[in-house]
């Protein structure tokens, strides 16, 4: 599977990346600046997040409600958004309007102004957003196993941020983030789609007077450490169902073994079929759930993901639930699976990656999740390859290394008491 991609850096540091694909006439554009809540310290969590969703809220010489004009005009579609690492702009239109949509793209990252009318009604949305999560038991699990096994890193937070912290944003801390990260040397543009050679120089007539700041350096950012001992949380909702999560930290995405890692997931639980022994056992034999899921590499990113193991059960079940995944986790360990199952993991996986390039945006995502993480843009072919050549011990191996069933941080979210006894018990919070 070869990907015809070029790559372009601009003297002040911005990377451009080209991908053309002449089948529709429409275009992608990914424009992604390093940075989101990665960066952000806990007295200011929800910041970045903050930033990024309020790009298209108004810049030097637009409204938010001339930008929306401008780009639903041409039928094309913008959104601008910030995750854990990255915040950005991406725009989809036609091939006639991918000037337009460069300009919006330029203007939105070099010129914001974060008004501060738009700001408020922001955080407005963001505190009832926070408050309604509340009454989100999976959301409560998953918030809480983060907060116990990435803690004393920028990982433990929810991406949105906290209450008290949000309530806090001001346009000046906006601005001061917006001004410290947003630089066109820790800038990616990526575009996918049916345009011409032209593209790239009308990407330096709206980029390449930025000018670059030769003292940017990102943040040094604590590494999470994999617990030593085992952890229980339990915390009381008034659900009609327990939502567990059980786990310890993962792994980078840079990591060796990440091929034979996505082999074992598949195996364990993170393929919606009969090939994953979690999904097949706990819901399918036993009907303990319609959801449930374990994985190790999907999270994987410049810092350390989750290992993490979900189930949503009725309460009368939550032992043998637990007890479930405890059970299929430790089998990974305790001895290489079949060949047959790793032949079909593997299949999966080889058969699923071509759908992961269908769309000019699947495309233009893929290049800078390239750029980011230097896979180098062979990865497609490569990832073929290196899962082809993945054996049941290089499973095992990876198992043993990267997972530790004696060591799990379990939270449950749902009808129980601090001690995990099911009942009707009065909610926190």
Request: proline share 6%; hydrophobic share 40%.
């Amino acid at each position: 599977m070869e990907l015809n991609i070029e790559r372009i850096e601009l003297p002040n540091g911005l990377v451009v990346l080209l991908s053309e694909n002449h089948a529709l006439p429409a275009v992608s554009i990914n424009a992604v600046v390093k940075t989101g809540e990665r960066y952000v310290t806990d007295d200011k969590a929800g910041l970045g997040s903050l930033a990024g969703e309020l790009l298209d809220e108004g810049t030097a010489t637009r409204t938010a409600q001339q930008i929306a004009g401008e780009i639903e005009s041409v039928g094309g579609a913008l959104q601008t958004a910030a995750g854990y690492a990255t915040t950005g702009v991406s725009v989809t239109a036609l091939a006639s309007d991918l000037s337009l949509g460069l300009e919006l793209t330029a203007d939105l990252l070099r010129h914001p102004t974060f008004p501060e009318d738009r700001i408020a009604l922001e955080v407005s949305r963001k505190l009832a957003e926070i408050r309604a999560k509340q009454d989100e038991p999976r959301v409560v699990a998953s918030e809480a196993f983060n907060e116990i096994i990435f803690a004393g890193t920028p990982q433990h937070r929810p991406l949105i941020g906290y209450e008290e912290t949000v309530a806090k944003i001001t346009r000046a801390s906006l601005l001061d983030y917006y001004r410290r990260f947003f630089v066109p040397n820790n800038t990616i543009i990526a575009i996918a789609g049916d345009f011409s050679s032209a593209v790239a120089e009308k990407v330096r007539q709206l980029f390449g007077d930025w000018p670059r700041d030769p003292q940017f350096e990102p943040p040094a950012v604590p590494r999470p450490q994999r617990q030593r001992e085992p952890v229980a949380r339990f915390i009381s909702k008034d659900k009609e169902q327990v939502n567990i999560y059980l786990g310890h930290t993962g792994i980078e995405r840079a990591n060796p073994d990440y091929y034979a890692i996505r082999v074992m997931d598949v195996i364990l639980g993170d393929s919606p079929g009969f090939t994953s022994r979690i999904p097949r056992i706990l819901r399918d034999e036993q009907g303990l759930a319609y959801t449930t899921y374990c994985h190790l590499a999907r999270s994987a990113g410049l810092d350390p993901g989750r290992f993490v193991a979900f189930i949503g059960t009725a309460p009368e079940n939550l032992e043998r639930a637990v007890s479930g995944l405890r059970e299929q986790i430790a089998s990974m360990t305790a001895a290489p699976p079949t060949a047959e199952e790793v032949e079909a993991a593997k299949a999966y996986l080889t058969g699923s990656f071509v759908f992961e390039f269908e769309t000019n945006a699947q495309m233009a995502a893929f290049m800078v999740s390239a750029e980011i993480h230097q896979l180098g843009f062979d990865y497609p072919g490569r990832f073929l390859s290196e899962i082809s050549r993945v054996t049941a011990e290089d499973v095992w191996r990876a198992a043993q290394q990267y997972t530790d069933p004696d060591n799990l941080t379990l939270v449950v979210v749902g009808p129980t008491d601090q001690r995990g006894e099911v009942g009707s018990q009065k909610s926190e919070g």
